[in-house]
């Protein structure tokens, strides 16, 4: 019993009893350079962009929130969540938009329990492109991509790892990867499970494990590489990503087409 009391305290003496979040919604374009040691959250149309040494470090989850109409650019910040729970880098929902060039995000396995991380979590009507950087949701139940509702993520380079699947979807969420020598035929993916091997777009060599719904909802699509769409991180993100929008959209229209 002494033993056990022990080591509450000394859980209680390490760990901060409350995690604040740190909170951008002024609608603006805010750019981050600097650490941020607490939860971030993004709302009221607003958009924030990590640069190098814009880090989110939070042992509680997620590390980065946006909703609504929002938006969050990582160019080259590294967004790290888990430790008190089961960690999300990314959740994103509503009509949100997020866009990787670079950097991390990374959600980490409970210290104390079964919860494994995540690192990109897309639900509702959330849109997330990703043209480079690495995602992982570690843990042996981890998963580096999950989309539900009605997201939508599209992948044209990258790295992704999850601790049992990199790439899960359900519902009407949509993955498309961008690319060229998938082990399986250009179009949607017929399995609700199994490993998709190739080269994206950017040129990253890929060994994918996938799940989709085990009612067969969620959709997979491979699509082939398309007409280069990113600019300049740093200056023309938002630009890249209105291009990338119609680019989708436009592949949607086809797929659904044919």
Known sequence: MRFLLTIVL???STVPAVYADVI???GLVNTITSPINDRVRVSNNTTVIFNAGGNVATPDSPAVTVLDTSSVINNAGN???GGLTGGTGIFASDNATVSLFGGSVTGNPQIFGFDSGTGILA?????VAIFGGNVAGSGPFGTGIMASGNATVSIFGGNIVGGLSDLSVSDNAVITLFGSGFNLPLGEVGPIFGTITGTLQDGTPIDFSFTRG????GRIILAPAQVQVVPEPSGLALTGFGLFGLLASAWRCRNRAT
């Open 214 to 217: 085990e009612d067969g909802s």
């Open 79 to 81: 967004l790290t969540a």
């Open 24 to 26: 951008f919604n002024d």
């Open 123 to 127: 639900l509702g009507n959330a849109t």
């Open 10 to 12: 000394f859980l209680s």
